[in-house]
């Protein structure tokens, strides 16, 4: 979750298409980039339900389901 993230990590990596697109700390990359995040999955066949529990359990209210085409679910991610 990103509370373990924030409380482990001095430095957070954002990779996107297989390449490094920012690094830096929590903080500069949230002025930088905005509040909240996206978080964006491509399941195994047969995985999505399990995928979908598992990010309700970790995020719980935070996590809100902007998308769902086929093994593909998107989420918005708040605060």
């Keep these: ?3 373990e993230c924030e409380a482990l990590c001095s430095r957070i990596a954002i990779i ?4 490094l697109r920012a690094l830096g700390g929590l903080q500069r990359l949230k002025a930088r980039f ?5 978080l964006e ?3 195994e066949a047969g995985r ?4 979908r529990a598992f ?3 970790a995020f719980g209210e935070r996590a809100q389901l902007d998308e769902w085409h086929g093994l593909k679910l998107k989420y918005i991610m708040s605060d």
């Design 1 to 3: 979750a990103m509370e």
């Design 16 to 19: 996107a298409g297989g390449r």
């Design 34 to 38: 905005g509040s909240g995040y996206v």
């Design 41 to 43: 999955l491509k399941c």
């Design 48 to 51: 999505v339900e399990s995928v």
């Design 55 to 57: 990010v309700e359990r």
